[in-house]
């Protein structure tokens, strides 16, 4: 069920939509394809509604998602599109008129769509696709807003050069990382895209390749002052072979890119501040590797926009942080910490590292936002009580 006090929001549903499990009822392995969850919780600007989406795991086929808004005054919900549509990263624009998220509707093209606030009006924008390379990790956000709501920034993915010699048959196979991510699933091989930056004109339909060449570009964000966008890249000479995130900008005028970082830590999920002077991000401390690990802990960090006083704002707490999400006036960052088998939310502030524990409930709270005027909504789960 869904509790709504200015800053819970309950996410693990149980068969229909909405329920709670209770803790006394006994579990059987057929009731795995009941469970649903609620992730992707994202407030509106002005703190009115709550953009969300349901992940389900049928019986038979993929598991889906799709995407849903509930309207906190009333506390009434609505699926976009009908039971065939699916959804998921919701965006609102900056004034909170509109919805951008990455599905379809019904049976129609997949890829990103734009809605209004309230659901209607469903407007195919883009064609969308990703990669299942093993060397993107931790991605962040794939879709931003321009400051003035006219434009869509869009991470999607383009044949690299091997892509050609490795769809033949035989297949030629010439990269180190040949494999794609264990949870993919679909495939055997590594298909070989790159994630590049598409901008996207609302008014003219318009698309336009931002970046381009052998690297990929992800984990956006569009700067609330400027024409720059922030992404994540490894432009080491082989990034198969040695793992190296570093922070970028793109100048959306003439594609012009600038590096921000340039560290042996490996940095993910950045994000400006509301004044456009610095960038949140999560990183960690270890040196260059040839393959990725998550066994060092994340903590969250700061850079100002032009790469200097760079400072570790999560130190004061010993493990491991989550994607961080700014407060309205930019003085604090907010981010989940793993503690003891739970999940809990930390506000952290960016001048001092100060840190305090904002939701302590026991149990693990997920994907996050911060409303307009100061709310907190989450995506939660509980632990269950089994039963002897």
């Known amino acids: 069920m869904f509790r709504v006090l ?24 057929a009731d795995l394809h009941k469970l649903r969850s609620v992730g992707n919780v ?33 506390g009434r919900t609505m699926r976009v599109g009908d039971e065939q549509s699916r959804g998921s990263s919701p965006v609102w624009s900056p004034d909170g008129t509109r919805i951008a998220f990455e599905g379809r509707i019904g049976s129609g093209e997949s890829g990103v769509i734009v809605v209004r606030a309230d659901g209607t009006s469903p407007e195919f924008i883009a064609p969308k696709l990703g990669t299942n390379s093993a060397a993107i990790t931790m991605e962040g956000n794939d879709i931003a807003w321009s400051p003035d709501g006219g434009r869509l920034a869009i991470v999607h993915a383009t044949p690299g050069p091997e892509t050609a010699d490795a769809d033949g048959d035989p297949k030629v196979i010439t ?12 495939t055997r091989f590594n298909d070989n895209r790159r994630l590049h930056i598409f901008i996207v004109n609302l008014g003219t339909k318009q698309v336009r390749q931002l970046t381009d060449g052998i690297y990929s570009e992800h984990s956006i964000d569009w700067s609330p002052v400027s024409d720059e966008i922030v992404f994540v890249s490894n432009r080491e000479p082989d990034p198969d072979f040695v793992f190296n995130n570093d922070l970028f900008a793109v100048k959306v005028s003439d594609g012009s890119i600038r590096r921000i970082t340039a560290t042996e830590n490996a940095e993910y999920r950045p994000r400006w501040s509301p ?114």
């Open 175 to 186: 990269r180190y990382l040949y494999k794609p991510t264990a949870s993919e699933g679909n």
């Open 42 to 74: 994202a407030f509106s600007p002005d703190g009115t509604k709550i953009a969300y989406v349901i992940s389900s795991n049928p019986t038979e086929g993929r598991p889906y998602s799709q995407f849903w808004i509930m309207d906190l005054a009333s």
């Open 6 to 29: 200015q800053r819970v929001f309950l996410c693990v549903v149980f068969g229909g939509f909405p329920a709670i499990v209770d803790a006394q009822t006994p579990i059987v392995a």
């Open 275 to 388: 004044d456009g002077k610095t960038i949140a991000y999560l990183a960690t401390r270890r040196g260059i590797t040839d393959l990725e690990t998550t066994m060092e802990d994340t903590h969250v960090w700061a850079v100002n926009t032009d790469g200097t006083n760079r400072r570790e704002v999560g130190a004061s707490v010993d493990n491991r942080q989550g994607a961080s999400e700014w407060t309205r006036d930019g003085s604090w960052v907010y981010a989940t910490v793993q503690e003891h088998g739970h999940v809990r939310l930390y506000r952290l502030n960016v001048s001092s590292a100060q840190a305090a524990v904002v939701i302590s409930d026991p149990g693990t709270i997920g994907s996050f936002s911060i409303g307009g005027t100061g709310q907190i909504a989450y995506a939660y789960s509980s632990p269950l009580e089994l039963a002897q």
